[in-house]
């Protein structure tokens, strides 16, 4: 109930003051995953293509890609650390118990 109470007070102020007519997101719009992904559609849908285009749509295929490389290569040190974790947790109750 707050949080649509709050996104139409939002939405009201911001456009009662052209909040987001006069955001430049140029620099900003790299760096956040939605504009990669609606660049990729942007593209698909009106053909359109421009240099930031290709960059942002670039990154909404090559993010995926790095992001499943990184987990692979991690989920065994997170697994060992979990274990160890688990084990010194099996080690406190039983100590606690005698």
Do not use: G, R
């Not at 911001?14 to 504009?35: K, T």
């Not at 290569?73 to 947790?89: A, D, G, R, S």
């Amino acid at each position: 109930m707050l949080f649509s109470t709050v996104s139409i007070f939002v939405i009201n102020i911001s456009q009662s003051i052209n909040l987001f007519e006069n955001i430049d997101l140029s620099v900003i719009s790299y760096f956040l995953p939605p504009f990669w992904f609606s660049a990729l559609l942007e593209i698909v849908a009106t053909k359109n293509i421009n240099k930031t285009l290709l960059i942002l749509s670039f990154l909404a295929l090559l993010a995926p890609i790095i992001s499943v490389f990184i987990y692979t290569k991690f989920t065994p040190v997170f697994e060992k650390n979990f274990k160890n974790l688990i084990i010194k947790v099996q080690i406190k109750k039983l100590k606690s118990i005698i």
